[in-house]
């Protein structure tokens, strides 16, 4: 048997209100439990080993947590793997201490930062100059889909040997079809960022004939730097009253309004995985989402894929949808056979295989 101290996981990103990395994280924890890991987190879990770690280093305290926590993973975290006398590492973010004796394993969730750099923005550093070395340096690298894959050998130069890619899933027990009547409106799930391409699909909407019937509701939480320019372009369309900012949805409520939802619309530019496109189609909603990065590895023939710089061809979609009811039953069919192909007991059953291997 595994003893207890060999494996720690480094979990002092988890985020109150459960985002990408939060839910990953959590969903593959009971898939690992046989490995009987050391969770490094700053509120223990039943059942797991815990060691403390300080609870205000994420990023719910913005770039200051961001920096609290790198310097404690430089700083203390090989303190505790010498302490634990751990064997291996697992990080589900980026992050690791460098240029120590600690092995490790990390997921790489996308490289948006990368393809979307910002001047001046710390994350765009991050992704730059720390993040490479962690790979450079990790025993083996693991990422959510080979369009992250090949960002990885592409933008670092890291062989693809070190790599494996292992879709994500869904928690099947929450989003699934509910059986409840259609209301009027189309859902985009997710943050404000450019690259998430709002202000096209605000536009696109806009174009959809007999606008006036339908709303657009755009769940995920406000944020100062990107909201107020889309609220400005709803007032210029004069969608006020159509176009509905939501903020962040409870985990909870979700199936809920996915379930009502026209469609999900999710136009992205980039995506590491797309995790509302499965869940989405997991509860039997057509989706509409971009031809490009790993969408289309999630999505399969079960949604219409656009390319999300036109915005007419997302206008057009959204019509179809909205109108043609055998092309509605057809998706939904296609969603759900499309969702059932993924699980949490196959992505952390791949993850525990190659955690194994480095133990």
Same mark, same amino acid.
């Given at each position: 048997?595994?003893?207890?101290? =060999?494996?720690?996981?480094?979990?002092?990103?988890?985020?109150?209100?459960?985002?990408?990395?939060?839910?990953?994280? &959590?969903?593959?924890? *009971?898939?690992?439990?046989?490995?009987?890991?050391?969770?490094?987190?700053?509120?223990?879990?039943?059942?797991?080993?815990?060691?403390?770690?300080?609870?205000?280093?994420?990023?719910? =305290?913005? @770039?200051?947590?961001?920096?609290?926590?790198?310097?404690?993973?430089?700083?203390?975290?090989?303190?505790?793997?010498? =302490?634990?006398?751990?064997?291996?590492?697992?990080?589900?973010?980026?992050?690791?201490?460098?240029?120590?004796?600690?092995?490790?394993?990390?997921?790489?969730?996308?490289?948006?930062?990368?393809?979307?750099?910002?001047?001046?923005?710390? &994350?765009?550093?991050?992704?730059?100059?720390?993040?490479?070395?962690?790979?450079?340096? @990790?025993?083996?690298?693991?990422?959510?889909?080979?369009?992250?894959?090949?960002?990885?050998?592409?933008?670092?130069?890291?062989?693809?040997?070190?790599?494996?890619?292992? &879709?994500?899933?869904?928690?099947?027990? %929450?989003?699934?079809?509910?059986?409840?009547?259609?209301?009027?409106?189309?859902?985009?799930?997710?943050?404000?960022?450019?690259?998430?391409?709002?202000?096209?699909?605000?536009?696109?909407? @806009?174009?959809?004939?007999?606008?006036?019937?339908?709303?657009?509701?755009?769940?995920?939480?406000?944020?100062?730097?990107?909201? *107020?320019?889309? =609220?400005?372009?709803?007032?210029?369309?004069?969608?006020?009253?159509? $176009?509905?900012?939501?903020?962040?949805?409870?985990?909870?409520?979700?199936?809920?309004?996915?379930?009502?939802?026209?469609?999900?619309?999710?136009?992205?530019?980039?995506?590491?995985?797309?995790?509302?496109?499965?869940?989405?189609?997991?509860?039997?909603?057509?989706?509409?989402?971009?031809? #490009?990065?790993? #969408?289309?590895? $999630?999505?399969?023939?079960?949604?219409?894929?656009?390319?999300?710089?036109?915005?007419?061809?997302?206008?057009?979609?959204? %019509?179809?949808?909205?109108?043609?009811?055998?092309?509605?039953?057809?998706?939904?069919?296609?969603?759900?056979?499309?969702?059932?192909?993924?699980?949490?007991?196959?992505?952390?059953?791949?993850?525990?295989?190659?955690?194994?291997?480095? #133990?």
């Amino acid at each position: 048997m595994i003893e207890s101290n =060999q494996l720690l996981i480094n979990l002092s990103f988890l985020l109150d209100k459960p985002t990408g990395t939060t839910t990953y994280a &959590l969903n593959l924890l *009971p898939h690992l439990r046989f490995l009987v890991p050391t969770l490094l987190l700053s509120k223990p879990i039943p059942s797991y080993n815990h060691h403390g770690v300080p609870p205000n280093q994420t990023a719910e =305290q913005g @770039a200051k947590g961001h920096l609290r926590r790198l310097i404690w993973a430089q700083r203390q975290l090989p303190r505790i793997y010498k =302490q634990r006398q751990a064997n291996l590492l697992f990080s589900p973010i980026p992050e690791a201490p460098l240029y120590t004796n600690c092995r490790y394993i990390v997921t790489v969730h996308d490289l948006i930062p990368m393809r979307f750099p910002k001047r001046f923005s710390a &994350l765009t550093s991050y992704y730059r100059y720390y993040v490479p070395q962690v790979l450079t340096q @990790a025993q083996h690298i693991l990422c959510d889909s080979k369009a992250t894959a090949e960002d990885i050998t592409d933008f670092f130069g890291i062989s693809g040997a070190k790599i494996t890619p292992i &879709l994500l899933a869904h928690d099947a027990s %929450q989003f699934r079809f509910l059986n409840l009547p259609m209301s009027n409106y189309f859902l985009y799930i997710g943050r404000h960022d450019p690259y998430k391409n709002l202000h096209r699909l605000i536009e696109a909407f @806009a174009a959809v004939p007999n606008v006036v019937d339908y709303e657009l509701w755009i769940a995920g939480p406000t944020d100062k730097r990107y909201t *107020p320019t889309l =609220q400005a372009q709803v007032n210029e369309l004069g969608l006020k009253n159509q $176009v509905k900012f939501l903020d962040y949805v409870p985990y909870d409520q979700l199936p809920i309004i996915i379930n009502q939802s026209i469609a999900l619309v999710f136009p992205s530019l980039w995506e590491g995985f797309g995790l509302p496109v499965l869940e989405a189609m997991a509860c039997g909603t057509p989706v509409i989402t971009s031809n #490009l990065s790993s #969408l289309p590895e $999630v999505a399969g023939d079960a949604a219409i894929l656009i390319n999300p710089y036109n915005t007419g061809e997302i206008t057009e979609a959204m %019509q179809a949808v909205a109108r043609d009811w055998d092309l509605r039953s057809r998706l939904h069919l296609l969603s759900l056979n499309r969702a059932s192909q993924f699980s949490w007991e196959k992505t952390g059953t791949a993850t525990a295989k190659v955690l194994q291997q480095y #133990l």
